[in-house]
């Protein structure tokens, strides 16, 4: 049998998928991470409802950008429209074209309360800001008409829309935003969204970065959790200290490790 073309697309989304249980963001069999290959505008995910000690690289999807599975007996995972609007809205086009290439879903305890509150995650310290220069968005809930036509697919133009017109929530935590085509809130460097009601999505340049992200989410909606306890009148992190952060590891001129 002739190797196939998305062997290592398919070994990627496998390797990422069992990072969700070995990082405990998830239990049983909840979440999804998929990893994407802009060149030949496909992803591999997860198939739906396999538990993850049972999953093996054969049961990896993948599909095209417009649904159309190109290799799998399986069926992919319920949230896989989801992936699909954030690729060919975040990924194919816009600011971020070509620098995301993995998506991750899981329902991590702390990122998901946080989302079940409907209350976007404040910067409060360093970690965050190493990660993002801004708050983590949580969007409005989906209304009645959304769910009911296309639930996923929905979710995910749910996210979209609130990147480029973040909700008022949102807008009130934040400094000024710079618009860069079409987009308020830049997806490749704010690689974090709370989905109201429901949890988080994460993405990166690989299938493994965007497990990191989430593994990063879950730390700060944590944190932010304790420092509210602590302290429920805590304030953001001034400016200086969250562009120093975010500009040393992300920036220009970058000097945060061994690159
Ligand atoms: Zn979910």
């Known amino acids: 049998m002739s190797k196939s073309p998305y062997a290592q697309l398919k070994e990627e989304a496998w390797a990422a998928n069992l990072e969700i249980p070995a990082r405990n963001l998830a239990i049983y069999t909840w ?14 995910i997860k198939p739906s409802g396999v538990a993850y000690d049972e999953l093996k690289v054969e049961d990896i999807v993948v599909l095209d950008l417009d649904g159309n599975k190109v290799e799998g007996s399986m069926r992919p995972s319920s949230d896989t ?29 702390h990122a998901t309360a946080w989302a079940q509150a409907g209350k976007c ?7 965050h800001a190493d990660h993002s220069a801004n708050p983590v968005l949580c969007t409005e809930l989906l209304n009645k008409e959304a769910v009911a036509a ?18 008022k929530k949102f807008l009130g935590l934040c400094g000024n ?9 830049v997806p490749h460097e704010n690689p974090m969204v709370l989905v109201c009601g429901h949890g988080p999505f994460t993405w990166g340049e690989s299938a493994h970065k965007s497990v990191y ?28 200290i969250v562009d120093k952060h975010y500009q ?6 970058a000097y945060y490790g061994q690159n």
């Open 31 to 44: 979440g999804n991470v998929s990893a994407f290959d802009p060149d030949k505008g496909v992803f591999a």
């Open 81 to 109: 429209p989801t992936h699909l609007e954030l690729y060919r809205s975040f990924a194919m086009s816009g600011p971020s074209k070509g620098k995301i290439k993995g998506i991750t879903h899981t329902h991590s305890p």
């Open 121 to 127: 995650v404040p910067l409060f310290g360093t970690t």
């Open 150 to 167: 296309d639930y996923e697919l929905e979710t995910g133009k749910l996210i979209v829309e609130s990147f480029k017109n973040p909700p």
């Open 177 to 185: 935003l710079q618009e860069r085509d079409g987009f308020k809130l």
């Open 213 to 240: 992200n989430a593994a990063v989410l879950e730390e700060v909606a944590r944190m932010a959790f304790v420092t509210l306890q602590v302290n429920p009148n805590a304030a953001q992190l001034v400016d200086y």
């Open 248 to 253: 040393r590891k992300h920036g220009k001129n």
